[in-house]
């Protein structure tokens, strides 16, 4: 179902959402409190990205809530400074969502967004349908289930997204859910549409090769990984990206 773009705005910001999805959003769908108090709060984690599952009427979802990480954060926290609408990061993020929905390539459904400007600065939100039965691919190789097949099938995901040219801007195994039947990419925050190019897509690889390694996919020895792991994932990345 193609994606139907509402905003509603107010004197504070706006929310951006898809009435196909959800024909209305409140502010309050963005405040996990609100949530809580219907019992509908189902999980919730700090962290950087501020994570709480919720029960809305579109059905489950994660809310999520930017904040800076790094040295920045100690001085700019969840505030962004402001360029525009278009160019907020809930907006650019949500609107990557739809894209990636259109192309058929497997990451989360996007609800809705929201932003709240204060002057030169402004906070955001973004809602998307949780995708369940899934764990990160840093959970399966914390629990010893990576394997080569996985590995495999980790490549071939990958591939998909760089042949439709989507540069995931954080590509790491806590961003890549695998469930019994596939594999998804969560956490576009910062991605794009790029035009293909093997400096941006091997940067990409590499990213995420740095994650497997500080996660301990190499703990066996570097020849190990090699063979068993990366080998396999960039065999099956290759054929993937050229059929």
Request: net charge positive; proline share 3%.
């Amino acid at each position: 179902m193609a994606m139907q773009e509402r905003i509603r705005e107010d004197t504070a910001g706006a929310i951006l959402f898809d009435a196909a999805v959800s024909p209305q959003v409140e502010a309050d769908w963005f405040e996990p409190e609100t949530w809580r108090v219907l019992g509908a709060l189902r999980q919730q984690s700090g962290g950087r990205g501020g994570i709480a599952v919720i029960a809305t009427p579109a059905g489950e979802c994660v809310l999520r809530h930017y904040r800076r990480g790094g040295l920045v954060a100690t001085l700019m926290g969840d505030r962004y400074l402001w360029t525009g609408a278009d160019r907020t990061r809930c907006f650019a993020e949500f609107r990557l969502l739809g894209l990636i929905a259109s192309l058929g390539l497997p990451g989360p459904q996007a609800v809705a967004c929201r932003y709240r400007r204060e002057g030169l600065f402004y906070t955001a939100d973004l809602i998307t349908r949780r995708i369940a039965g899934t764990r990160t691919l840093a959970e399966c190789l914390a629990a010893g289930l990576l394997d080569g097949e996985m590995a495999e099938l980790v490549g071939a995901l990958v591939a998909r997204f760089h042949r439709a040219g989507i540069w995931h801007a954080d590509l790491n195994a806590h961003n890549v859910l695998v469930a019994a039947e596939a594999l998804y990419l969560i956490d576009f925050d910062r991605g794009r549409q790029r035009r293909p190019g093997e400096a941006w897509q091997l940067a990409n690889l590499q990213r995420l090769r740095r994650s497997l390694v500080k996660l301990g996919a190499a703990a066996q020895g570097e020849a190990v990984f090699e063979e068993t792991l990366w080998k396999p994932l960039m065999y099956r990345y290759e054929r993937t990206l050229r059929a």
